[in-house]
């Protein structure tokens, strides 16, 4: 029987996060377990006058691509892919996964050195988001391996997933324009901010913010949302951090980071389990040493972990520092081919303080 909540998803995906119009460009990514959700995206799609174009994807070929790929194919990018970039208007992407821990074993310098090659399109797309000249969102479809990491059943898991969506309000769109307007009043707080300071378990670090642009993210980039983030200025963060959570991504669990940062820069970083696999990806360029985002985890109905970042930087009382690639609308100068957000957990005797005023306590905004 098909879930009624997948059409509710497609529609707030197409009529609200990217705002179809007819006669755009609308690209839908995604491999075969999303089909569900790809299809109800692609029926709206054309119910809006404009024209779909499916990229589909297999996941075991990426596997393959790491174990047989040679340097030049690594590095190689189809030339018409820069062109996909420029003509489309819009991009929504359906990700999921059928085994979450099919690139345990893949070479960290072929997945580095990959990163690498796809960097142009990535900072493409980003430049032209932060134009306006293209709308792009990205949202989960629930599968069994996303719900065995989370440790449920994978009902228990749609019934998560679709909740943080808001998919039960009577009227979900003007919900998330509910959660945008409470959202952009603190947005507009943080605007006048000049330092961060985050205390927390093994945790004391500083970050200036003086001329960068806080951004609302309110169910347009990433869906569900939850989430207010700048881009701090890059040589100034300065102290340590000890993520809570395991750095979930490249297929690897990384469990018990710890970070110490000088001048902006990490000049010490070790981990519990899959250390080297870390310190490989912070060699992959300059920039992926500095931070280019920080975040505040606002969605209250996002409370547990479930190793998967759509979800887990959105939780209510948490921050999360990206380290790589910065968002051009937020400021943020810092360029990498990674961004790799890591999550630390303020509910349990963490603070900030921004300019000296409390911001943040316990998990509570309290501006």
């Excluded at 119910?47 to 030049?72: C, M, N, T, V």
């Excluded at 998919?167 to 605007?191: F, M, T, Y």
């Excluded at 951004?215 to 000890?242: A, L, Q, W």
């Excluded at 669990?253 to 389990?273: H, M, N, P, Q, S």
Aim: contains cysteine.
């Amino acid at each position: 029987m098909a879930d009624s909540r997948v059409e509710t998803v497609a529609k707030i995906l197409v009529d609200y996060s990217v705002e179809v119009q007819p006669n755009q460009l609308v690209r839908i990514t995604g491999d075969p377990e999303g089909a569900p959700l790809i299809l109800a995206v692609y029926q709206k799609v054309l119910e809006r006058g404009a024209h779909p174009f499916l990229q589909l994807e297999l996941e075991e070929a990426e596997e393959l691509l790491y174990a047989y790929a040679s340097d030049a194919q690594l590095d190689y990018v189809p030339p018409f892919l820069k062109d996909v970039i420029e003509q489309i208007d819009a991009t929504i992407g359906i990700w999921t996964n059928a085994n979450t821990k099919r690139l345990t074993n893949a070479d960290p310098a072929k997945q580095s050195r990959r990163a690498v090659a796809m960097r142009p399109l990535s900072d493409r797309l980003l430049e032209r988001a932060a134009k306006k000249e293209l709308r792009w969102t990205g949202t989960l479809y629930p599968t069994q391996a996303f719900a065995q990491d989370a440790e449920m059943s994978l009902r228990e898991f749609e019934d998560f997933v679709y909740k943080a969506c808001l998919v039960h309000e009577p009227d979900p769109i003007k919900a998330w324009r509910r959660i945008s307007e409470g959202q952009q009043r603190i947005v507009d707080w943080l605007n006048k901010a000049r330092e961060i300071h985050v205390v927390g378990p093994d945790t004391g670090l500083k970050l200036q913010v003086t001329g960068r642009r806080w951004e609302n993210c309110d169910g347009h980039e990433n869906f569900p949302d939850g989430e207010i983030f700048t881009g701090p200025i890059e040589d100034s963060v300065n102290g340590h951090i000890r993520y809570t959570y395991p750095a979930c991504a490249y297929g690897r669990e990384i469990e018990d980071v710890r970070l110490w940062f000088k001048d902006g820069k990490v000049i010490k970083a070790t981990a519990a389990k899959n250390e080297q696999f870390l310190l490989k990806m912070l060699e992959t360029d300059e920039g992926a040493r500095y931070v280019g985002e920080f975040a505040f985890g606002t969605n209250p109905g996002i409370q547990r972990f479930t190793k998967n970042t759509l979800f887990d930087e959105k939780i209510g009382g948490t921050i999360h520092l990206a380290l790589g690639k910065g968002y051009p609308e937020s400021g943020s100068k810092n360029k990498s081919a990674i961004h790799w957000d890591m999550v630390c957990d303020l509910r349990d005797g963490g603070e900030v303080r921004v300019d000296g005023t409390l911001f943040l306590r316990d998990g509570k905004i309290l501006v």
